[in-house]
């Protein structure tokens, strides 16, 4: 029996004919379906359990003190080294001219310790000239014989025993006084190293009460008032880095059979749309799956398992000119799309770790302080270079 295909009224005719086109469309699309996978889907592994991640430096403060002024709020976007939060100063500049006065008193009694000295070599010389003529005058009387009464004899030798103590005493203020002088110049006296330490601290305490940002980046989190009083560590806003951002890609464990460090990585967001496409590396793998890491670990080894595909992060570096021109915020999702057909890379990432932020550096040495501490010894004449 044949069929007439071309005869479209019949409706067994024209169910072959749908049933035979649906049929080829399905092999076109296996077809289709099977060189994808075998020529390029296999080597690619993706997830969108993916996030922006970034560091989030808190600023806080490291003096007790009341908030006399605020230069930054949410949203602003801040360079490193710019004022953010000034503190009253009031008991820091008081504290800041008690050292100031502490470190000249010190160079003063340092320059009276060496004072001392000198009068005790004078001291010194005197009491050894006594002993000399002393000691002469015993002689001569002791040579004399009968002519010299033995009561005047016995004068001439107590007077040489008072003048052995006299040069006894005579060294030893000597002594006392070299101690607090002797082998170092003004500044270098451990007592005027001390009172330079006790200026610097304050130095450190009032630079304190100055906060300044220690990064490029975009204030958020920021919950002090002006007026507010503060306690030390108290935490006053946060600056984000948004020229430093990378990706916390969650892939699960059969995912990372093929994965390896530099592989490249094709990152979409929600923010930009399809229009805009990020392109970075992989930086490394994580250490442990997300749940090994939770505040509540799974307890594997007790009561009844079901087993639970886990996942691993994965840290994905991207191109700072990319992140540039569209900046990413911490915490938005993503879509990554990680190209791992060349497996010639590491397992485990050999890069050693580096600080990526970092903050203003103390002013304890810093020029200006440096040249106040040489006025003040100057100024109250601790020029001469060392002691004897």
Do not use: C
Not at 99 to 114: P, T
Not at 154 to 173: E, I, M, Y
Not at 176 to 186: D, R, Y
Not at 236 to 249: E, G, K, T, Y
């Amino acid at each position: 029996m044949k069929y007439d295909l071309t005869n479209t009224d019949d409706p067994g005719t024209r169910r072959r004919l749908l049933f035979t086109i649906l049929g080829v469309v399905v092999l076109i699309g296996v077809i289709i379906f099977a060189l994808y996978w075998f020529l390029y889907a296999q080597y690619f592994e993706s997830t969108d359990d993916a996030y922006v991640g970034g560091n989030i430096v808190s600023i806080t403060n490291r003096e007790a003190g009341t908030v006399l002024a605020l230069h930054a709020d949410n949203t602003q976007s801040v360079r490193r080294g710019q004022l953010l939060v000034e503190l009253d100063p009031a008991s820091a500049d008081v504290a800041m001219q008690a050292a100031e006065a502490n470190l000249a008193r010190m160079v003063r009694q340092v320059r009276g310790n060496d004072a001392k000295a000198s009068s005790g070599r004078a001291q010194l010389a005197s009491a050894r000239a006594q002993l000399a003529q002393a000691e002469s005058n015993y002689r001569r009387r002791a040579s004399a014989g009968i002519a010299v009464s033995g009561e005047e004899l016995s004068n001439a030798r107590d007077a040489v025993t008072v003048a052995k103590a006299a040069v006894s005493t005579a060294q030893g203020g000597l002594d006392q006084a070299l101690s607090q002088v002797e082998g170092a110049s003004v500044a270098n006296n451990p007592d005027v190293l001390a009172a330079i330490a006790q200026l610097r601290a304050a130095a450190i305490v009032e630079g304190h009460l100055r906060l300044s940002s220690p990064v490029d980046g975009v204030i958020a989190q920021r919950t002090v008032q002006i007026g507010q009083q503060l306690a030390p560590g108290t935490p006053l806003m946060a600056v984000v880095p948004l020229s430093d951002v990378w990706i916390d890609a969650n892939f699960k464990e059969g995912q990372l059979q093929r994965m390896r460090v530099g592989q490249p990585v094709t990152v979409s967001t929600d923010i930009y749309g399809g229009g805009v496409t990020f392109h970075g590396k992989v930086a490394g793998l994580g250490a442990g799956s997300g749940s090994a890491f939770a505040l509540l670990p799974p307890q594997n080894a007790s009561g009844n398992w079901i087993k639970i595909v886990q996942r691993v992060p994965v840290r994905i570096a991207l191109d700072p000119k990319e992140v540039s021109n569209h900046p990413l915020r911490v915490g938005l999702s993503v879509a990554a799309f990680v190209d791992v057909r060349d497996t010639s890379g590491a397992l485990v990432s050999s890069r050693i770790g580096t600080t990526t932020v970092q903050g203003e550096p103390g002013n304890t040495g810093g020029p200006a302080i440096d040249a106040l501490i040489a006025r003040i010894i100057a100024a109250n004449g601790g020029g001469r270079a060392s002691h004897p």
